[in-house]
């Protein structure tokens, strides 16, 4: 069965009118020296029975390592993955310094099969993208959002 994720891509209106929005990398040796695909919206699973948008503000508070100021979510639906799973995902413009980000750690096998454990960060780090870059480095599915956020700045 497909597991769901609920997370928020936050962005910041940059000075020429347009916006930027912060995607992580992945941490772990799998994707240490992988760029394109291995950037994602800050997400995670929701726990049995928690309410989706309450897991997404959970969730980036975790990636962070820092509380969010409230604000004003935009709704940008959901994908599937190829992997199969959901991701539901909010928008809130906030403008976070990623020199003070400081990820959760997750703790994987690795090599896979192999019985050894390995803690790492479950983000290695965050960084402020254009739209087109964004794009073209986020986990494929995932490129959606960031045209659904794009959308909804243009409507008054």
């Known amino acids: 069965m497909a597991t769901t994720s609920a997370g928020l891509l936050l962005f910041r209106r940059a000075p020429d009118g347009g916006f930027e929005v912060l995607l992580g990398h992945m941490g772990g040796p799998f994707w240490a020296r ?13 726990e049995p029975g928690e309410e989706p948008h309450a897991a997404a503000v959970r969730e980036v508070g975790e990636e962070l390592g820092l509380a969010l100021a409230p604000g004003d979510d935009i709704d940008l639906g ?22 003070v980000v400081r990820s959760n750690t997750i703790e994987i096998e690795w090599p896979p099969r192999s019985g050894r454990r390995l803690e790492i960060p479950e983000i290695d780090r965050i960084a402020w993208f254009e739209p087109d870059a964004a794009r073209r480095l986020v986990v494929s599915a995932q490129a959606a959002f960031v045209d659904r956020l794009a959308s909804s700045l243009r409507t008054p």
């Open 78 to 99: 959901e994908v599937r993955q190829k992997s199969g799973k959901r991701v539901l995902v909010w928008a809130r413009e906030a403008d976070v310094d990623p020199a």
């Open 34 to 46: 992988k760029d394109e695909g291995a950037w994602t919206v800050l997400k995670g699973e929701l």
